[in-house]
């Protein structure tokens, strides 16, 4: 009987273990993306790259002015910053931020829904408009880093 009595408190020892460890992983991942978001608009592209994995891509359905029909247009977090002064540099107002996230965890592997605003412009021109970026997470030598992102602008 004590020995049925020591297996369970062990069990439940391992298990609460392992969720507060997933519930620690969620939060670490809730301020990566904070930090994620606040980096960006600070536009520090050299720390914003650290973010990443090498080679990271980032994926969107775009038409420019001379398509005819939409495409998926995917690049490098290379490329992504070497477009900014095209992009996110080209106006003085960009910003981005968090409004809400889903976040997933399974050993060094996760993935995080967010929902976002943004604004980009000037302040007698201003676009905003809301999105999702999803993200694919590894864990790597004890950090986050960003695999991919895939996003899409839903309002305007």
């Not at 720390?47 to 775009?62: E, G, P, Q, R, V």
Request: aromatic share 16%.
């Amino acid at each position: 009987m004590r020995m049925r009595f020591y297996l369970l408190l062990i069990f439940f020892v391992i298990l609460s273990s392992c969720v507060q460890t997933k519930q620690n992983d969620v939060a670490d991942i809730e301020v990566f993306l904070e930090d994620y978001y606040r980096i960006m608009s600070d536009r520090d592209w050299v720390k914003y790259k650290t973010f990443f994995i090498d080679n990271a891509s980032l994926t969107t359905i775009w038409q420019t002015e001379s398509d005819s029909v939409p495409g998926i247009f995917s690049v490098s977090i290379d490329e992504f910053i070497d477009q900014t002064p095209q992009g996110p540099d080209s106006q003085p107002i960009f910003e981005e931020r968090m409004i809400s996230h889903e976040i997933s965890v399974k050993g060094n592997l996760a993935q995080a829904w967010v929902k976002y605003e943004a604004k980009f412009g000037t302040d007698e021109n201003l676009m905003q408009w809301k999105g999702y970026d999803q993200f694919s997470l590894i864990r790597f030598k004890g950090e986050w880093r960003i695999v991919s992102i895939v996003y899409e602008s839903i309002e305007k």
